[in-house]
């Protein structure tokens, strides 16, 4: 794929979704600038794959302090870019601490020699290694948690990264390179690039690349993908979801109905492992709508900086409020029905009203299709074998819930799960130490946890003769 010298427009800006007003514009990459970062990506690998792995940790805990000290600050950046409420963007810049901590204390250990014995007689261990520069490719839903996840162990292992972040997010973006570079990362080691499409492309085809990871939607998984494979790269690919949330019983049906209404509104819905589907039995099905729709009626606008009491955030954007609108507008015109909300807001804002919606069949868009927004879809079954086959009939699998008083009970549905996540009695194992990923469409690949310093690792084999 050709590029041209530089684009003719500018591609990254900060949009405030609550407001529809363009803050600031960011010129995107040269190809120059392009070629610059791969050279010292490349150049940054050299010696940064033989610094001890203990020193690399200590560079990564001093990231990790860095992104605490600076929470007020990296909040108020991404409330302004993609709407999110502040007490959560403060917490997921805090979160990115306990990622950057987690492979600090336990990449040495997770990266070291494992020794096997040969049948024939010799020495072997099986070293893990680095691969050299990566590239990582992010969205905008959770702009620092997810460069954490990339970032954190491929630094301790000794990769190198370009970073292209969503065109929405450039602030965020450069406040993480302050952070690697006031933390101790070498010049080249890990670099921002506001690159194009284009751009892209040629990273990927590069000789100096030896991977990359996306977090994304489907359709983007689809194209990155296919440009690594025709390059014979290796690929992480996280995609969308759209989770069941099965709930089988309860003592409490108001309190499940809030808790399951809660998690559905973390972020305003723009999660990939959200809980999109929630399968509810019969007998307890009607008071979990009537819990539902009590919560989300008599929300009103509001400044995701502010968080008032009864008011609700934006999308991120004008355009993904807008799709969601008109997949909530195929399923009512279909047969569905809309309890509370799910009217789109006029203005240049993104404003949608969150929505409870039920009566979802498989000739709307929404069976199929993610919703990815403050929608909560209610579905009615009956026993516990008609919610596990409604739960795995959906071409994601990413995460999955299963709800019960009888523990026992819940398992059995979760353990048939066809996901990458399978939880019992909690909405997600989520944690630093709890591996991220999904089978199917929602992509391949581990991060967090012991299985996120397996991926762009060389498992290299050292033999040793008697």
Known sequence: MTTTSQSTATAYRVLNPATGEVVEEFPTATDAQVQEALAAAEQAYRSWRDVPIAERAKVAARIGELFTERADELAAIITEEMGKPLSQSKGEAEFCTDIFNYFATEGPALAADQPITPIGGGKAVIQKRPVGALLGIMPWNYPYYQVARFAAPNLVLGNTIILKHAETCPRSALAIQQIMDDAGVPAGAYLNVFASHDQVADIIA??????????????????????????LKKAVLELGGSDPYVVLDSADVKASAAAAWE??????????????????????????VAELTNQAKGLAPGNPAEEAPG?????????????????????????????????????????????????????????????FGPVAVVYKVSSDEEA???????????????????????????????????????????????????????????????LGMDEFVNKRLLYIAD
Not at 211 to 216: D, E, H, P, Y
Not at 267 to 288: H, P, W
Not at 342 to 353: F, I, K, T, V, W
């Open 311 to 371: 008011t609700f955030a934006p999308l991120s954007s004008r355009t993904a409020a807008e799709a969601l609108a008109e997949q909530l507008r195929d399923a009512v015109n279909k047969g569905a029905t809309l309890h509370a909300g799910g009217r789109l807001l006029d203005g240049p804002a993104a404003y949608l009203e969150p929505a409870v919606l039920t009566g979802v069949t498989k000739d709307m868009r929404a069976w199929t299709e993610e919703l």
């Open 388 to 450: 596990l086959a409604l739960a795995n009939d959906t071409p994601y699998g990413l995460g999955g819930a299963v709800f019960s008083t009888d523990t026992d009970r819940a398992r059995k549905i979760a353990e048939r799960l066809d996901t990458g996540m399978t939880n019992v009695n909690a909405a997600a194992g989520e944690g630093a130490d709890m591996p991220f990923g999904g089978v199917k469409r929602s992509g391949f690949g581990r991060e967090l946890g012991p």
């Open 206 to 231: 590069d000789p100096r690349i030896q991977g990359v990871s996306l977090t994304g939607s489907e359709r983007a998984g689809a194209i990155i993908g296919e440009i690594a494979g025709k390059n």
């Open 263 to 288: 998690t559905r509104m973390e972020n305003t819905g723009q999660a990939c492992n959200s809980n999109k589907r929630l399968i509810v039995m019969e007998d307890i099905y009607d008071e979990f």
